[in-house]
């Protein structure tokens, strides 16, 4: 599993790369995180991808999860306006699936995202 963030003047790409995604071998509710990455320069938010291979919870045991996590931080009362995508990119470059989400009320501590993002089957 290899992870590489990039970033854009206006916003943020973080790619994260799986190889044998398949075999990540873990179960329903177990999660799978990127090492935290920030956006911003002079007061940084910081963020992690989660992912849920089998699924959050029971309901959505069929499905992969994802998720923008947001770190805690010394800010914690900052209330940020986030619009977000997060997507599934193949090999060849083609995209599988790609959700976007808007929060207007992402508080640190918070994750934001699908728990039923995409079915095992289409990955």
Request: net charge negative.
């Amino acid at each position: 599993m290899d992870c590489k963030g990039i970033c854009k003047e206006d916003g943020l790409t973080f790619t994260w790369v799986f190889e044998n995604f398949r075999y990540c071998g873990r179960k329903n509710g177990e999660r799978i995180s990127t090492p935290t990455f920030a956006k911003g320069i002079n007061d940084p938010i910081y963020f992690s991808l989660e992912l849920y291979p089998k699924g959050f919870d029971i309901k959505s045991k069929d499905f992969i999860s994802f998720y923008l996590y947001s770190h805690s931080s010394n800010n914690s009362d900052i209330v940020y306006n986030i619009d977000f995508q997060l997507s599934f990119i193949a090999v060849d470059g083609s995209v599988l699936v790609s959700k976007r989400l808007q929060v207007n009320d992402f508080k640190s501590g918070q994750r934001w995202g699908f728990e039923e993002f995409v079915e095992h089957e289409e990955v």
